[in-house]
């Protein structure tokens, strides 16, 4: 007994040693510089790029962003030359699945998406899991929708029957943590139906998130079920609908300011089996949209539908999005800026400005004459820490 008691102790001397040790190295680091220099800067903001920049940065956040010969940068700062490199921030995919997975988190981040927005899973201990997976640095940031919102029996698994209902459970999930609600408007896919949810039941989900400044993401595959989700007052359409879409609705999308999530990909992937149509209506849509002045966020439904998706960076959304006629810019502002707009964390993700959390990706030459080499990161920076490396390798 007295043995292990001993071993008890000692155990928890080291534990308090290891923790004294932990937070002595992330006192050093909050006064940490790096100055990543030389490289042409592509902020996020959707500003043209500026070659020669010095991005200095000072424990996990950006400290200074300014042209290198303008710039002083302290002897104390260990420098990362970066010539002849294109930086951006770090990408967001805005719609996934079962991201609850520390090997997946580390392939996306890996592959340059530093933040992942999971899009509807049983609650459970997700809150939890989550916070866990967070403390590792070489994870992608995991923003959590919790279950899929709807009424008894509709499409979603968090049932809500009358709006005095939804006000308790829209709070009881926000008290368990997620980060922001995701409401099911479906009532068809394929041979599979379900009950439609009524606008008060959208109205009151939507107004009791936002009064806990909790964003609202609308799943909707089809026109006629769009007036719900903006009447309702939703910030992001999940999936770029399918069929018809009239110009007036696309002018009122664009006019609320409403977030648009086209899922190409799980578009192309439905296509394979169901018919090329649907794949290239939503490209028309999408284009359609983007030319009418709407905004668009990147989000593949990556584990949606059972088919392969991109693991890492979301290149076949990307060149997906290019054939709808975005630019280059375009596509990088809805992976980035946008993304952070709509997920809530612009304050501190989304840009490369002085102040943010230095979440940045290098990749060698021009993503806006070569979309593709997007697909390529070669560095990866998460909260000021490089954990990914290949760009001094292949010098
Ligand atoms: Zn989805």
């Not at 002083?72 to 951006?88: C, E, F, N, Q, Y």
């Not at 939890?128 to 009424?151: E, F, H, M, Q, T």
């Not at 209902?165 to 999930?173: C, G, Q, V």
């Not at 304050?347 to 979309?371: Q, S």
Request: charge should be positive.
């Amino acid at each position: 007994m007295a043995t292990k008691k001993r071993i008890q102790n000692s155990f928890i001397i080291l534990l308090a040693v290891f923790y004294i040790l932990a937070s002595q190295q992330l006192f050093a680091d909050q006064d940490n510089l790096t100055a990543f220099i030389n490289a042409v800067l592509i902020d996020g903001t959707g500003a043209e790029p500026v070659p020669k920049m010095a991005i200095l940065v000072k424990g996990i956040r950006i400290f200074k962003v300014g042209h290198v010969s303008d710039m002083t940068i302290p002897l104390s700062a260990s420098r990362v030359d970066l010539k002849g490199a294109t930086i951006l921030p770090g990408f967001f995919n805005s719609h996934v699945h079962a991201a609850h997975d520390e090997r997946k988190l580390k392939r996306w981040s890996r592959g340059g998406v530093t933040t992942v927005k999971e899009m509807g899973n049983a609650l459970g201990s997700h809150t939890g899991l989550r916070d866990r997976l967070l403390k590792d640095n070489r994870n992608a940031r995991l923003i959590i929708a919790g279950p899929i919102v709807s009424n008894p029996g509709g499409y979603g698994t968090w049932h809500v029957s009358s709006p005095k209902d939804a006000k308790e459970k829209i709070n009881d999930l926000i008290d368990k943590g997620v980060d922001f609600i995701k409401i099911g408007i479906e009532d068809r896919q394929g041979l599979k139906s379900w009950p439609l949810i009524n606008g008060k039941l959208v109205n009151a989900i939507v107004e009791t998130a936002h009064s806990r400044g909790k964003s609202v993401s609308c799943h909707v595959t089809r026109s006629k079920h769009l007036v719900l989700a903006l009447d309702g007052g939703t910030n992001s359409l999940e999936h770029m609908v399918y069929d018809e879409l009239s110009d007036s609705m696309i002018e009122r999308v664009v006019q609320e300011g409403v977030f648009w999530v086209p899922t190409l990909e799980l578009w192309k992937n439905v296509s394979e089996q169901y018919g090329d149509w649907i794949l290239r209506n939503a490209v028309t849509n999408l284009d359609r949209f983007v030319k009418s002045g709407g905004k668009v966020v990147l989000g593949t439904d990556f584990a949606g539908f059972n088919a392969e998706f991109d693991p890492g960076m979301p290149i076949t959304e990307i060149l997906l999005m290019k054939q709808a006629s975005m630019t280059p810019m375009q596509i990088i502002v809805s992976a980035t800026r946008n993304a952070a707009q709509l997920a809530g964390v612009i304050k501190d993700l989304g840009t490369i400005e002085p102040g943010k959390i230095a979440d940045m990706i290098v990749i060698r030459g021009n993503p806006l004459t070569n979309i593709k080499i997007l697909g390529e990161v070669k560095m990866v920076i998460k909260s000021g820490e490089i954990i990914k490396n290949e760009f001094l390798d292949d010098l």
